[in-house]
């Protein structure tokens, strides 16, 4: 049986302001859990509960059953949304520094910050100082602090914010084979594309509490079915409005995105359809985890 | 003592400038690193191997402190900082044995007419005394005398112990006679010849040679330091403003950084809060100590070389104790420095912070300055002494003039200690709730609330 890091019932107020309501979810081993919500949702809050930089009003966070103290978060990755490292040191010193407080002796953290940097295609910029890279490569450092000691779980707050395609796919890859790897991965993003590409689960809350949680299959697969038409020369979905059963998802790249409950009929679209135009395409789909979202937070 | 204190405050302008111009510099380099450098800037060795075990003996504090030495001696301004305080302590030291006069002044003193034995001691005695050697030369005649003082091959002519001829008058600049020596044979022999004229014996001449002088005392108990001891205690005292100073600014701006740039979520992610504070007041203060046990080591060892009347008596005992007064000042001023650190965020937040903080420091100094130059301490001065923010300065100052026992020195500094361990339990406390608070600074009230309740 593979490593848990469990969230029970966690709670946090700032005065009237409630940040984590009852929150309560999972983060299994060799997964990827993507962990969504909109801007003040708890998030952030969540993430730093796990390392006690939060206190909690009520809650607990366990690591395998057992409740998390320092010696569990040695073993522990984190990476804060705003970023975390000194920026006058030397990118190679400061992963070794990172590596050695968690428990790395200084030989081991220098090998191993040599390997990340160099798989994180920052091993030319060891001697520079941090504040001299640029953001996608500060990006990258702080991950390499994040990756040095091994951890068993890594907590990413927002890592691929700011990041070009090229440096999406290293750190996504980078994300994704730590999870085959056996380790817990929880990443917090607005990208939902992304999070659905990269992460086997996704859990999503709203004013600090779980609105959604699950597979990206089993998500995709819930709810509504999802038919996506796309007509000639029609960049609206307008005709698709009066449509009894069918809501418009979205719009995107020319197509329209329907959900259509139970009561739909499919027949009926592709008239409604045809009578706005030449149908081009017309075909059932899975929800996407950006439909899932703000079906989630209605 | 105007010399020294000018020489310092010159330094110390200059190194304030120095910083001044640094910060500038890096500012319009930071707003022009649009883009990374092409090359790596920097490039340095791997880290000693004994600094690793120092850090490792110590756990996660000793890793903290070993970075915070690292990247602190590593610095441009320790190292020029340190080059420069050397360089005026150098100074301080060295400029008034020049100003007095460097070693023995040789003096060819010619004599007409023969000296008597009483005559060479007077002139013995009188060269002792202003650090003069003494060579009499004969003279067969005033007229050969006179061509010797004017082709310069003697400075002065003693005439049948009746007259002193020179070249040039006795205070000339240009005059090769030491006036001091001049000015003391010439009481002298005149004491002598009037000795004769009274008719009094050779014994009765050497009684009164061995006079003894009659006691002075003062209805104060009496005040042991020295002119030189003083002088000493004010460049130790200026020192130990412009380091404590320093050093706790390095604190306050060090914990607001780590809080601005978020590393410190890193870190606490890891370490316990009074974890790293610890590393870094143990790191810094390691860095301060070993700065200043440099520089007195360095004005010991200077002031040995050119013979330094500053470095006499009791004034290495004096600077040995604003080296410990340093020690005590920094671990009480250092936790007050981080906790007030740890509720900003912005360099003009820290500049607020700054002042308040640095009042007592400042007021302790200048007060110690201004009893030192008058080499009176009052009783409340005396109370200051015995307070941990002014302690540093006010207890040095005691020791500088002689005014304070063993006992009380060892009180104070039990004190101090004492105080310390209070104001780090409560600067821990303030640190653990603010570090981690963004946004606005956080006041005073809402940290002394009890936990739970924000």
Not at chain 1, 39 to 50: D, H, P, V
Not at chain 2, 298 to 315: E, I, P, Q, R
Request: glycine share 10%.
């Amino acid at each position: 049986m593979g490593a848990l890091l469990q969230l029970e019932g966690l709670r946090r107020s700032y005065g009237p302001v409630v940040a984590l309501d009852d929150l309560s979810f999972e983060v299994p081993s060799g997964q990827v859990v993507g962990f969504l919500g909109p801007n003040g949702a708890g998030k952030t809050t969540t993430m730093r509960a796990i390392f006690g930089l939060t206190d909690l009003d009520a809650g607990e966070v366990t690591w395998n059953s057992a409740p998390v103290g320092q010696a569990e978060r040695r073993r522990f990755g984190y990476m804060p949304e705003e970023r975390g490292l000194y920026p006058g040191m030397l990118v190679g010193e400061q992963v070794e520094y990172l590596g050695r407080l968690h428990g790395l002796s200084a030989t081991t953290a220098a090998d191993a910050a040599a390997v990340w940097m160099e798989r994180l295609e920052i091993g030319q910029r060891r001697d520079a100082k941090v504040e001299q890279l640029s953001h996608g490569n500060q990006q990258r450092v702080q991950l390499a602090a994040a990756l040095v000691h091994e951890p068993e779980l890594l907590v990413l707050d927002e890592p691929l914010s700011g990041l070009d395609p090229t440096g999406i796919e290293a750190i996504g890859r980078v994300l994704v084979d730590r999870a085959r790897a056996g380790c817990c991965v929880l990443i917090s993003s607005h990208q939902l594309d992304l999070v659905e590409e990269l992460c086997d689960r996704v859990t999503i809350i709203d004013h600090g509490r779980l609105v959604a949680s699950g597979t990206v299959d089993e998500l995709a697969t819930s709810g509504p079915r999802r038919l996506e038409v796309r007509i000639e020369g029609e960049r609206s979905a307008d005709w698709a409005r009066g449509v009894p059963g069918v809501t418009v998802s979205e719009v995107a790249g020319g197509a329209a995105r329907l959900a259509l409950d139970e009561s739909a009929d499919s027949d009926a679209v592709l008239r409604a359809a045809m009578a706005a135009g030449r149908v081009t395409e017309f075909s059932f789909g899975r929800r996407r985890v950006s439909e899932v979202f703000r079906e989630s937070l209605q | 003592m105007k010399v020294l204190i000018t020489v310092l405050v010159a330094v110390l302008l200059v190194a304030r400038i120095a910083f001044y111009i640094r910060r500038r510099r890096r500012g319009a380099e930071r707003k022009a690193a649009a883009v990374e450098p092409p090359v790596p800037a920097v490039r340095t060795g791997r880290p000693h191997p004994q600094l690793h075990r120092i850090e490792h003996a110590f756990g996660d504090v000793g890793l903290v402190a070993g970075r915070e030495i690292r990247e602190r001696v590593r610095g441009r301004i320790f190292r020029v900082g340190t080059i420069i305080m050397l360089v005026g302590v150098g100074a301080a030291v060295v400029i008034p044995t020049i100003h007095s006069g460097s070693g023995p002044t040789p003096q060819r003193v010619g004599v007409v007419g023969g000296l008597s034995s009483d005559g060479r001691q007077v002139v013995a005695a009188s060269a002792k005394a202003n650090d003069d050697t003494v060579t009499l030369v004969n003279e067969s005649s005033t007229s050969h005398a006179k061509a010797d003082l004017r082709a310069g091959r003697v400075d002065a002519v003693i005439v049948d112990s009746d007259e002193i001829l020179l070249d040039q008058p006795v205070n000339a600049s240009t005059s090769s006679a030491d006036s001091g020596l001049v000015n003391q044979v010439a009481q002298y022999l005149g004491v002598l010849r009037a000795y004769r004229e009274a008719g009094l014996s050779a014994s009765q001449v050497e009684r009164i040679n061995k006079y003894q002088p009659v006691a002075v005392s003062s209805l104060v108990s009496g005040s042991k330091g020295t002119n030189l001891s003083k002088g000493t205690s004010v460049i130790g005292m200026v020192l130990l403003f412009f380091m404590l100073t320093q050093y706790c600014t390095w604190i306050l701006i060090g914990v607001m950084q780590e809080k601005s740039s978020r590393v410190v979520e890193v870190l606490l992610a890891v370490v316990r809060p009074i974890q790293l504070l610890g590393g870094k007041v143990l790191g810094i203060g390691a860095v301060a100590l070993g700065q200043a046990a440099l520089i007195v080591a360095f004005a010991l060892a200077v002031g040995a070389a050119v013979g330094s009347n500053l470095l006499h008596g009791a004034a290495p005992l004096a600077l040995l104790s604003e080296l410990l007064w340093l020690v005590l000042g920094y671990g009480f001023y250092c936790w007050v420095y981080a906790a007030a650190g740890s509720t900003a965020e912005r360099q003009d937040q820290v500049q607020t912070l700054a002042l308040p903080l640095s009042l007592p420091i400042l007021f302790g100094y200048i007060y110690s300055i201004s009893v030192v130059s008058s080499g009176n301490a009052n009783a409340f001065f005396k109370v200051l002494a015995f307070l941990p923010p002014t302690a540093p300065f006010c207890m040095s100052a005691l020791v500088g003039l002689g005014q304070v026992t063993w006992w009380q020195f060892v009180l104070s500094a039990l004190i101090s200690v004492g105080a310390t361990a209070g104001v780090a339990l409560f600067a821990a406390r303030i640190y653990r709730r603010a570090v981690l608070r963004t946004g606005s600074r956080v006041r005073l009230r809402e940290l002394l609330r009890p936990a739970g309740s924000s």
